[in-house]
């Protein structure tokens, strides 16, 4: 079996892990939340009428702050909801996972051994020249 295969079977099995769950169930629980999905919607129009208008050669100054205070008005609203609260959280928990499962691949790529990888403290951005150490 070659390493693709492997990393495949790797994959399947990352889709179990609880940290992968807990962000797909919350993903889910999020597109069906029809007023959250609302929301989202409603920030995006107003996102395209702030882009719109402030793309004008001739802005109207308090036209874009207004819709600059609506967009983030929105938007403060819409991270604050339960829904996306949950979802925040698994994702930071799903990323911290990926990043290790990254700085693995890159120490085995660097010639280091995987097996001695600890989970990065500080999250890991792929490229070593930022790195401050994960092993």
């Not at 007023?35 to 874009?64: C, P």
């Not at 938007?75 to 996972?97: F, L, P, T």
């Amino acid at each position: 079996m070659d390493c693709i295969d492997l990393f495949k079977k790797a994959a399947a099995a990352l889709q179990t892990d609880p940290r992968y769950l807990e962000l797909d169930a919350a993903r889910r629980e999020n597109d069906a939340d029809e007023e959250l999905q609302g929301l989202i919607g409603e920030f995006n129009l107003a996102r395209l009428d702030l882009n719109h208008e402030a793309g004008k050669t001739e802005t109207d100054a308090a036209r874009v702050a207004e819709l600059n205070q609506k967009v983030s008005a929105l938007y403060d609203q819409i991270m604050a909801s339960e829904g996306m609260v949950r979802y925040n959280a698994a994702k930071a928990e799903a990323e911290a996972m990926v990043a290790h499962i990254d700085a693995i691949i890159n120490t085995a790529m660097n010639g280091g051994d995987p097996m001695t990888v600890q989970q990065p403290e500080n999250g890991c951005t792929g490229s070593c020249s930022t790195c401050s150490g994960c092993h």
